[in-house]
């Protein structure tokens, strides 16, 4: 059998000195369970391209700090604004596939988000 030796934390040692007997065990287990294929919730794509352009457009408007009166006369753009129209034409007529629902679910999030900002920025205007 082998020996390995760690350096851990005071702290540690003495939580793990009622389980030391049990080490062995526990390992094997914390690999098992380290090798299990993950349930958790998928990764977020945190590249630029995964991000609808609406949602980049809003957002590189934001970052660039805006007045209160820019920030009221914020609008998108005419074709993000033609995007909407297509995508509200589609939901009246039941043809949405799960992608353009997340889309248009996209366009209400950030509709109502710069109401806020927008209403926000009126009083202080």
């Known amino acids: 059998m ?5 350096q851990i934390s005071d702290e540690l040692a003495q939580r793990l000195e009622p389980l030391q007997n049990r080490l ?3 390992l094997w287990r914390l690999l098992d369970v380290a090798n ?3 349930i958790s919730q ?3 794509k ?3 391209t995964d991000i609808p352009a609406v949602y980049q457009e809003v957002l590189d408007f934001l970052i660039k700090r805006p007045t209160p009166e820019e920030i009221i006369a914020f609008k998108v753009s005419s074709i993000a604004q033609t995007r909407l129209g297509e995508l509200l034409e589609k939901n009246r007529s039941a043809t949405l596939n799960s992608m353009e629902l ?3 679910d ?3 999030q950030l509709e109502h ?13």
């Open 2 to 6: 082998a020996e390995l030796t760690i």
């Open 36 to 38: 299990l294929p993950s």
């Open 106 to 108: 996209v366009y209400e």
């Open 46 to 48: 945190t590249e630029t």
């Open 102 to 104: 997340a889309e248009l």
């Open 24 to 26: 062995p065990e526990l």
């Open 113 to 125: 988000m710069m109401i806020l900002l927008k209403a926000r920025a009126f009083k202080r205007d």
């Open 42 to 44: 998928p990764k977020v």
